[in-house]
């Protein structure tokens, strides 16, 4: 199906962004989880908002709670507006069940139409060379892998501050190094794990995700950022190219801050890019007189055209 995407108020200057299949500035919304998400649900959303949302991820495995074919109509819903879907981090619990378990799951994925499956490990303890293996072996079933790494032992689940505060935090070479090994294996994006920076801290190690930007690449990772405070904080001093998750209920804000066109009193008016505009072919001009070859090869000219 083809959606008109022509915005009312084109006079109003707003940030260039790329078009999809994006390369920076990737917007990930939250699917089902804490609150339930139909196709009509959906439908509003992208109607609206689809030109700027790039991957939908169900989260918490809520996709095992569903009807498969509603799992299939979000899906297709999303293929519709050139959004890519995400498995979220489910095969952290899939890999309890062991390697056989893994494999039937990553094809099931595959089967319902799943474009993205993310690989975590916030609970477990598993090599890095296992999880390397993980991610490619997503690969071999034709889907993008997204690995998540961060610096925050027991993140991704519901737990409270205090248990991951007495859980403790690994150092940010860690993260690094795992990132990088991703990458090579072939992995699509890196997520990176806001639990430990930004979410259930006393203060925001901030300096952890600009170490992660500058070593790993900034278009190389995404930010979990499903707060308007931390967005903010990371299109503020990352530019508005930098790749988000954040909340399906805030994108319409996040899409205000990359365009320019509203902020709070931090980033109001401050949020600009200076892209080129795309090349046009020059207009050509219509020539009054042609040039006609007389017999033997001279050039003379001819008529004025009318």
Sequence with gaps: MKHDLSRGFEYVHINHREGKPRTCGITEIRGPYYAPMGKRYLADILETM?????????????FALMPKQAV?????????HKVLVSTGGFVERVLTQGAEAVDRYFGECRELGFDIVEISSGFLSIPLPDLVRLVERVGDHGMKAKPEVGIQFGAGGASSPEELEAEGTADTSRAIRAAKSFLEAGAHLVMIESEGITESVRSWRTDVAAKIADEVGLDKVMFEAADPAV????????????????????????????SGIWGTAGTWGRVV???????????????????????GGETGHGAIRK
């Excluded at 689809?50 to 809520?62: A, H, P, Q």
């Excluded at 299939?72 to 519709?80: K, P, S, T």
């Excluded at 399906?248 to 801050?257: P, R, T």
């Excluded at 890019?273 to 017999?295: D, G, H, I, N």
């Design 50 to 62: 689809g030109e700027y949302v790039d991957i939908l991820k169900f989260s918490g495995g809520s």
């Design 72 to 80: 299939r109509e979000l899906i297709d819903l999303c293929h519709e």
């Design 231 to 258: 967005f903010s904080w990371y299109v503020k001093n990352f530019g508005p190219d930098v790749n988000l998750f954040i909340d399906h209920s805030q994108v319409v804000q996040l899409e205000c801050l990359r």
């Design 273 to 295: 890019t200076f892209k080129e505009p795309p090349k046009r072919e020059p207009a050509s001009r219509p020539r009054l007189v042609e040039q006609q070859t007389k017999s």
